[in-house]
């Protein structure tokens, strides 16, 4: 027999205090016969406390679509009625990855110590996220890790395919700019110069304006190349070491946040991902706080973090979530309406799940009308600076012809 610490919700209030078992697993069930909703359960035996250590390494890590197949077999092995211990040893024994088995190899060592798996996987640190600990925290104390490590697959495997769409989406257009910055600082410093020069100088010929623009513009890039060079290098690591302090950052997230078009997809995208993680977390059972907590972690912008740091003020008062998401103007009445009525009665998480799902059909939808928007912004930008340096090219041959005249 084993002793567990524990911290749990009884009827609304919290409680705490000691249990034997023979495993985790025994103490779980016997503390929810005892209508015990566990919300932290650890060794008392173990010398280190896994809630509060989180221990920085330097150990191989995985990217988002490994991490999600990594879930998802842990989940089918245990659905398929493997204890947790034996299905992380089965796929110790089973990875063909190095990374992977290295990673196994400390998430059994720590669950065979008596920790649970969502404090093995915070001990590791990347790939293992705030929302996928809080996931993993939930499957835990719900009793029903199959199906929350199932659910967290699915969100991983759609944060997955959502990135793979925007970056399908902005591939072309990227590569049309750089071909076009490329071809027209090739043509402006070298073929423009060879045409003009020898006009130069000329009786009777004057330079029209345009030419003597571009001209000029030749000139200086000729001439201060290096120093363009190493001031644009500069502006690149100033500007990142800029947004990397916090004030800053929030300023440029909520200006990105009213670019047109981007701006639009960028809203859409966060009402999506919002929507899946806190149903998801509130569907696993953990606290709407906790859930709020996790969800802020997976914006990927200040200015949403922010109005949702300032949901959980609001709820923490007693307070609804609706109001204070719809007071920052961020995101949209649809899922405004949905919180609100999923509140009222009762079923916040079904609703936010199925919200979720038209939220991502609306990210597919804005994703097809800035990739359809972006090619002719770009064709009318291309034929504005082909126009013009067709312009300076051909004016001066014009203005040649009429002296000769």
Do not use: C
Request: aromatic content about 6%.
């Amino acid at each position: 027999m084993a002793t567990f610490r524990y911290t749990a919700l009884s009827d609304g209030a919290p409680s705490n205090g000691t249990i034997e078992a023979n495993d985790r697993s025994d103490a779980l069930r016997l503390l929810a016969a005892r209508g015990e909703v566990v919300t932290d359960l650890i060794n008392a035996e173990s010398k280190s406390k896994s809630k509060i250590r989180k221990r920085a390494r330097s150990g191989p890590t995985l990217n988002k679509a490994e991490l999600a197949a990594f879930v998802r077999d842990l989940a089918t092995a245990i659905d398929a009625g493997l204890p947790l211990m034996q299905a992380l040893s089965v796929m110790r024994k089973q990875a063909s990855d190095k990374r992977q088995a290295a990673i196994l190899a400390h998430l059994v060592e720590k669950v065979e110590a008596g920790e649970s798996l969502w404090a093995a996987a915070q001990s590791w640190g990347a790939p293992f996220d705030d929302m996928v600990v809080g996931m993993m925290r939930a499957a835990d104390a719900s009793g029903r890790m199959n199906e929350v490590l199932m659910q967290l697959a699915d969100l991983l495997d759609r944060s997955v395919e959502l990135r793979r769409e925007v970056a399908g989406a902005t591939i072309y257009p990227s590569m049309v700019f750089a071909l076009l910055v490329a071809s027209v600082a090739i043509f402006v410093t070298f073929v423009v110069p060879g045409l003009i020069d020898p006009l130069v100088g000329m009786d009777g010929f004057e330079i029209p304006g345009p030419t003597k623009l571009l001209l000029a513009i030749a000139d200086f890039v000729s001439n201060w190349w290096l120093v363009l060079t190493v001031g644009t290098i500069a502006a690149v690591f100033g500007f990142r070491t800029w947004s990397s302090v916090p004030a800053n950052r929030l300023v440029m997230d909520r200006m990105l946040l009213q670019v047109p078009l981007l701006g639009k997809l960028q809203r859409d995208v966060a009402a999506a991902r919002f929507a899946r993680t806190l149903g998801t977390l509130a569907a696993s059972g953990l606290p709407i706080l906790d859930a709020l907590k996790i969800t802020r972690g997976t914006m990927g912008n200040a200015a949403l973090s922010q109005a949702i740091e300032a949901t959980e003020t609001e709820v923490t008062a007693g307070r609804p979530i609706a109001a204070p998401l719809e007071s920052s103007g961020f995101f949209p009445a649809l899922l405004i309406q949905v919180i609100g009525l999923g509140e009222r009665t009762g079923r916040l998480d079904g609703m936010l799940l199925h919200a979720a799902d038209a939220f991502d059909r609306q990210v597919g939808i804005t994703i097809k009308v800035v990739t359809k928007a972006l090619p002719p912004i770009l064709l009318v930008f291309m034929s504005a600076i082909g126009g013009f340096v067709l312009a300076a090219v051909l004016l001066p041959m014009l203005s040649l012809g009429q002296s000769i005249q």
